[in-house]
């Protein structure tokens, strides 16, 4: 992964500078303690900043630690909330209740993949209307706009790099110092935006920068560095135990340059900041290596600090939820948070609304006390065809619900979920799982839970899986927890699959035979079998699948791929039927998500094989226009047009291209061929030059070069090019048979 290093240099004058952040912090901190007492709400005229920084896969046992200085100093002199916990050990699912104080299923969102209903506001949409200027910064595409979290936001930057010569999954997220990088522009140049609808679209980019708007801002940065697979810039390697460590110390240092900024501005006084990890990362504990098949406290549990004008430093022990950030904001903000917003303002002396406490007797508290129920869920297992889990705890005890499994686990006495008590404590799982009914049954209708097809595969980049499978529908769907094990080979499996490594199809398929109710084991062996030349066999497991999951729009788009792929070695007949099943499945695939920029583009990859260049470029236009910051669906259309003899609309096409990403190498090859058609030839060979330089394996670009070569009159390197095309492999016959005819044409032998 490419990262912009944090120096050393730079860390330690973030350290000094945020020393005088803290500073300033306290000092107000306690001078408005004794002015106008603890935890008495700011008053409205102070409209204090807002900072959100959400940090994704950070267990709350590392704050703390010794390996985020700067984060642990907020802490100390902060409200540090020991017993924090997110509502589901998801990014998507997780960010959305930070965002709108609802819990999964009240807001819908259950699983990465699915976007947020316009009907719920976020708090950028409740600050905004209220005066803020407001602008969110992300690292990874599991955050990307189209899920919903960008409304209200100015700017929503989701801007994710891609390298040409990058993996998918290097492709789907961006460094901690990218992120940061891109906050702190914004805030040295805020915009003063013109009002936008809620049904606009933020900027990704500033415009009309002003410094003298002296309104307060909401800024949003999540980072998703501690994200496995962990790979910390190389001089943090080695800084603490663990990589996954020293990626925590990696954000911890670009964080710093937030608070470095906050001081040299003297903003740390005037600034509510909110810290919190998302969800933890199993790490082994309870047999899970990562996050989100399971619901104890190592994925549960999250870090969650407040740094609040007026409020004096506390460590806080009562359980709270990731539910309670937007009402908190709101509060401080002066913004009364809605009707359905059901959590609590941590900074607020009244703890609990009426509805959400009930009484429980805390054994060595003195007595009985009042706390909430804290609910959490994934819906994860799905896509393995296992049972959705159910979690919930009033501070006391912790159930945990699989189907009609219960597990009950007093978490005072057994704070790590070891021992379950269910069999001696049936009242009590009883009774939770009555309330855990209740909660669910309050909440409005899901989202769609329709995942598109290039949302699959983005999420298949960022390591998660995505699937409409419905355990519902199955006898005895299996519990995640005795499964655990078979859910590590398939990580396993599928890290040896994204990495290439030959042994990938030996640890899939196994899986795919032995668990033949999992969608994800079956399409992901497909996977591999295409991968490794099998493609014959991988499209008839597609094939199998999209009968058995035929509301998988993801499964549909990787079908019609399978089926396209196999035309292209298929004549006659059987080439036109597989063309046609391929076009049939993208049309499945948009069936179920009309906005499928992933199937526009296959149905337009589909027209250019039949040769039908004006609905290929059709197509492609609904591709680019559904996600324009892709650059291969911007490169397409601009082949297509100039297929169909639009020469100024695929010019136009290919530099949108290369303004997303300058290494993209079909539209460098575009521009050149247009040059050539054009008759300047020579205007034409830096761009192959440059296309070659991007992608040296790109033997048509190679072959253009030769002619442009050749027209040029340099004759010489001309032949030298056309020898090169003709000891490229054999599966670019095409370009080799042309390469032959001109070197005989030239006189020149091969």
Known sequence: MTRRKATAENAESAKKSFLGVLCALCGWMFLSASVLGCGRAVSPSLRPNVLLITIDTWRADRLGAGISPNLDRLAANGVRFTAAR????????????ILTGLLPPAHGVRENGVALSDAHPTVARLLKNAGYRTAAFVGAYVLDRRFGLWAGFDTYDDRIPRDPAATERLEAERPASAVVDAALAWLDHRTDQRPTTTDQRPTTTDQRPTTNDQRPFF??????????????????????????????????????????????????????????????EGLGDHGERTHGMLVYDSTLRVPLVIAAPGHASAVRDEAVTLADVAPTILRAASVAPPGEMKGRDLLSEVRLKPDTTHERNSAGSGGVRLQPDLYSETEYPRVAGWSPLQALTDGRWMTIRAGSAMEVYDLQSDPQQLQNLAPAQSSIAIAMSARIDAIRASA???????????????????????????????????????????????????????????????????????????????????????????????????RWAARRWPADAALLHDLAVAARDGA???????????????????????????????????????????????????????????????????????????????????????????????????????????????????????????????????????????????????????????????????????????????????????
């Open 219 to 280: 800024v949003w940065i999540h980072l998703y560095d501690p994200h496995a697979p962990y790979a910390p810039p190389a001089e943090f390697r080695g800084r603490t135990k663990s990589p996954y460590e020293d990626e925590i110390a990696y954000a911890d240092a670009q964080i710093a340059r937030v608070f470095e900024w906050l001081g040299a501005h003297a903003l740390a006084d005037r600034t509510l900041m909110i810290i919190a990890g998302d969800h933890g």
């Open 568 to 750: 292209q070695t298929a004549t006659g007949a059987a080439a036109l039927a597989l063309r046609e099943e391929a076009a049939r499945a993208e049309r499945a695939a948009i069936a179920l998500d009309p906005n499928s920029a992933t199937a526009h583009n296959g149905l337009g990859l589909v027209a250019v094989d039949e040769g039908r260049a004006q609905d290929a470029a059709i197509e492609f236009e609904r591709a680019a226009a559904i996600d324009p910051n892709n650059a291969s669906y911007a490169a397409n259309l601009g082949n297509a047009r100039r297929a169909s003899g639009d020469r100024a609309g695929a010019e136009e096409a290919y530099r949108r291209a290369l303004e997303i990403d300058s290494g993209t190498a079909e539209a460098a090859n575009g521009l050149g061929v247009l040059l050539v058609e054009a008759h300047r030839p020579a205007e034409a060979i830096p761009w192959f030059e440059r296309t070659l330089t991007a992608a040296p394996e790109f033997v048509e670009a190679r072959l253009n070069l030769g002619i442009a070569l050749q027209e040029s009159g340099n004759t010489k390197r001309a032949i030298e090019t056309y020898r090169a095309v003709l000891a490229s492999p054999t599966r670019n016959q095409r370009e080799r048979d042309a390469a032959a005819k001109l070197l005989a044409s030239l006189g020149a032998s091969r």
């Open 86 to 97: 997110t509502a589901a050990p998801l990014t998507l699912p997780s960010h959305t209740t």
């Open 444 to 542: 409005g209708p899901s989202a769609k839970r329709e995942v598109s097809p290039e949302s699959a595969e983005r999420l298949r980049a960022l390591g998660y899986v995505a699937s409409t499978a419905s355990p519902e529908n199955l006898a005895n769907p299996a519990n995640p927890a005795k499964m655990i094990g078979v859910w590590n080979r398939f990580e396993d499996a599928l890290s040896a699959l994204n990495a290439h490594r030959p042994n990938a199809l030996g640890l899939l398929e196994p899986l795919a035979r032995e668990h033949p109710e999992s969608p994800v084991f079956q399409t992901t062996a497909a996977r591999a079998l295409k991968d490794t030349g099998n493609a014959g066999k991988a499209l008839t497991i597609y």
